[in-house]
């Protein structure tokens, strides 16, 4: 290898990794965004922004905490157990807790320039897409190629400098060696009848587009010519090209709003993602908690149905020693019997309603019911709550909690946001295209001589110390002349607002009709507790007051049954009116938009699937002295 090889070969060596280096560079800043749990940095792997990210596998077992729970074939549940293996397993969370990884990777993508994605609860608006990022770099007759046959070509035409590149930086490299054998029909000019020629070529660009809308691009071209040709200057030749140009658009294109829109969307849909997963994790928490109390009620109606199934048991066989000694007619044997078989029908109904409702429970808190937790009997630990007079919130303290707390009306005001993006973007494209530009290139020519020798690193030092050099500048304009594209996308974009507000106001009448029924809720389920509390204990002195009837002669068997079906609807009465209660204290918590906040549960922790502490549901007599 020759002295001037080597140093041609250095040069672009160095110039391609100094191009090569900087692109990365700026696209390490935003993968370590999402990609930083990955491990794997730029200085560790300079090429791993060019290889895939491989993430941690799917887990579908269910945590410990469920088979700690289970002793001797129960599972003791408390509510606090039964929201912590909720966060852990529930596939319904589990599903949503990539939201917010999507979000991240939308505003990856958009820190490149390019539209978002978006992800179920977070879009984009369709305004912004009317425009584009980086539409190239044209010249006409720039003087922007290497001659094929050894000479610099340059035109003295137009040059015009277009918007170029991307956020992220854009680099192409092309390289080749072309031999090739030429019939000549005349020796005169080149003293031979055939041409035998050598060409290797390199060529390397690079671009990249700014916030405020500048964009500039970098071009290199380096070329090596040998010929069996006679009379040329240089054989062989070298041949150089260094170029930049630079364009800056004034009106449609210019500012941080117009080439970020993506970006600031991007970013205001990563609070979005947050309100999407924390509204799943609410509405899974009140569902468990729900489903909690109902299978406290089922538990509570088994053991009304048992012990209505004694009562008429022992009537039963009572009414037989009665017949026996001639105090009873036979056929209040065969009612008390009639009403043992109903009894009996009642529990075996109350037991299959407590096994389906374990069933349903235990399908919110595992990502899988395997046979030992299938088998496994749930007995609640937590009793249903008592009413108590602050229960009941003061409405406008309510309704003033849920404005500011319900993760609806903050998406609502986010995709207002992002709508008033798409209009002020919509707004400026309605502006002509103007855009200044300039452009210098810078070429050089050298080569063997017979005077002397120099390569290709001769050749780029003519190209930047501007020996042979070329400037251009100038403006363009562009003016649409009916503009009824932009018109119509910035009128939609308008529209789609109004709308927007529109909808805010909706959801927020909703949400205030939602608490009010929770308040009248709570209202209601105090009353019918305490109504049926009070109906249970009348109904058991009368069923008892009965049965003294009844054995000093005064009633029927028929009327103790009558009273006794009275006294177990009673009770089942009282069961489902404090079941309805519990709920209508859930609702009022999910109304307000407080659920995770007075169940002490952190959304790091529900968002991560791991819990730094066990969640406290208020219970017991100060239940709700926070959140009024």
């Known amino acids: 290898m020759t002295k001037h090889t080597f140093r041609s070969a250095l040069l672009v060596a160095c110039m391609i990794s100094g191009l090569i280096l900087r692109p990365a560079l700026f696209a390490q800043q935003d993968v370590s965004l999402v990609m930083h749990r990955a491990g794997s940095g730029f200085f560790s792997n300079p090429f791993s922004i060019y290889s895939g990210r491989e993430l941690p596998p799917v887990v579908l077992d269910n945590t410990a905490r469920i088979e700690d729970l289970i002793d001797n074939g129960k599972l003791n549940l408390t509510l606090a157990d039964a929201l912590a293996l909720a966060l852990e397993n ?8 990539y939201i917010p990884e999507y979000s991240q990777t939308d505003l990856l993508r958009s820190k490149a320039g390019q539209s978002p994605r978006g992800f179920s609860g977070g879009s984009t608006p369709g305004g912004l ?44 490299v092309n390289f080749s060696y072309n031999r090739v054998t030429s019939p000549l029909n005349t020796n005169v000019v080149s003293g031979i009848f055939n041409v035998v020629g050598e060409n290797t070529a390199f060529t390397a660009s690079y671009a990249q587009l700014f916030s405020l809308g500048t964009s500039y691009s970098l071009t290199l071209n380096g070329q090596r010519q040998s010929s069996t040709q006679q009379n040329l200057l240089y054989n062989p030749a070298s041949v150089t090209r260094f170029a930049i140009g630079v364009n800056q658009p004034l009106l449609n294109g210019f500012g941080r709003l117009y080439n970020e829109r993506y970006i600031i969307v991007a970013r205001n849909n990563t609070k979005v993602a947050e309100d999407v997963f924390r509204l799943q994790v609410i509405n899974t928490i009140v569902a468990v908690e729900n489903a909690y109390w109902e299978l406290a009620a089922h538990q509570e109606n088994v053991k009304v149905a048992e012990q209505a199934l004694a009562v008429a048991e022992q009537l039963y066989k009572d009414n037989k020693i009665r017949v026996e000694v001639g105090t009873m007619s036979p056929l209040d044997v065969t009612s008390a019997e009639s009403e043992v078989a109903a009894r009996t029908r009642d529990l075996t109904v109350a037991r299959t309603n407590l096994q389906l409702q374990e069933a349903t429970l235990k399908n919110m808190l595992a990502m899988r019911v395997d ?32 404005f500011e707390m319900r993760p609806e009306l903050r998406q609502a005001e986010i995709g207002l946001q992002n709508q008033d993006v798409s209009v002020r973007f919509t707004d400026q494209n309605l502006k002509p295209s103007v855009s200044v530009f300039g452009f210098y290139a810078g070429s050089g020519l050298q080569g ?63 949400i205030a009709m939602e608490v009010r029924k929770a308040v009248i809720g709570l209202i209601q389920g105090k009353a019918q507790v305490e109504a049926a509390r009070k109906a249970a204990s009348l109904a058991r002195e009368m069923w008892e007051g009965e049965k003294i009837k009844l054995e000093a002669g005064a009633s029927t068997s028929y009327q103790v049954i009558l009273r006794e079906r009275d006294f177990t609807n009673a009770r ?10 519990a709920k209508a204290l859930v609702e009022m918590d999910r109304a307000r938009g407080i659920t995770l906040e007075r169940n002490r549960i952190d959304y790091s922790d529900a968002l991560s699937g791991k819990l730094s502490r066990v969640p406290a549901p208020p219970l017991g007599p100060d239940r709700l002295k926070e959140g009024n």
């Open 90 to 97: 529930n596939l319904d969370i589990a599903v949503q807790r």
């Open 129 to 172: 897409t009317s425009g584009a990022l980086g539409a190239g770099i044209s010249g006409s007759g720039a003087g922007s190629g290497v001659g094929s046959a050894g000479g610099i070509t340059g035109g003295g035409g137009a040059v015009q400098v277009g918007s170029a590149g991307n956020f992220d930086p854009t680099l192409n």
């Open 371 to 402: 046979p030992v937790l299938d088998a496994a009997q749930i007995v609640i630990r937590d009793p249903m709550p008592n009413p108590q007079e602050s229960d009941i919130p003061e409405t406008q303290t309510a309704l003033a909690a849920a």
């Open 448 to 510: 063997s001589s017979e005077n002397s020798s120099t390569g290709l690193a001769d050749a780029f030092a003519q190209s930047f110390r501007a020996k042979y050099p070329q400037y251009a500048g100038g403006f363009s304009l562009s003016v649409p002349l009916r503009n009824r594209t932009a018109q119509a996308d910035n009128l939609r974009s308008q529209l789609e607002k109004n709308q927007l507000l529109i909808n805010r106001q909706r959801s927020r009448n909703t």
């Open 572 to 581: 089942q009465a009282e069961v489902a009116a404090m079941a309805n209660y």
